[in-house]
């Protein structure tokens, strides 16, 4: 169990809850093929969470990131998303080093609220209310993705946009449940500021992982 713990905390073996082949439904790669590893464990605890079974790492089997790289060469496409879960509980560097020996285009999905590490192609960074992002996240996103619940999630991802760099896309995408309350709206920011684009959950509509 010792060596067990030592070896997560080195990120030389990872819980994975899943991994999958699929469309990236959301985002800047949007439409685009690609690998999911979603890792266990979460303690941001989004109320309007899909993945809740996601959120106790010793529910999952902790695997060698070889193991994980070579069932990620198994599918035709080289891009592949690293999610969660918050995949920045751990140490990816090792993953992300043997994803990229592999060929591997890497993205990363996260709060951003613990410490960054790994190296990455891409960032999403999408931030939440429950739990404040560290410090790191905001020079390393690519992409910030606010998700709007709450009328009061505008102003939440205004302050968020302030302190990412000036070259990261932003997006507002709405939570699934609340589409139909807050899209109108969205619409209207996006109009009055064009900086900003839309992101949809499109996986969903086409019912697919």
Known sequence: MKELKEAIAQGTMLPVMEAFYTIQG???????PAYFIRLGGCDVGCVWCDVKESWEAAKWPVLPVDEIVEAALVYPSRLVVITG???????????????????????LETSGAHPFSGHFDWVCFSPKKFKKPHPDIFKKADELKVVIFHKSDFEFALNH????????????????????QHLKSIVEFVKNRPNWNISLQTHKFMDIP
Request: hydrophobic share 35%; glycine share 10%; proline share 6%.
């Open 85 to 107: 879960g918050e995949p920045l509980m751990y140490e990816l560097g090792p993953l992300t080093k043997k994803l990229k020996e592999a060929g591997f285009v890497i993205n």
């Open 161 to 180: 946009a302030a302190q990412v760099r000036s070259d990261c896309k932003l997006l507002l995408q709405p939570e699934w449940s609340k589409a139909d």
């Open 26 to 32: 959301e985002g800047s790669f949007t439409g685009h």
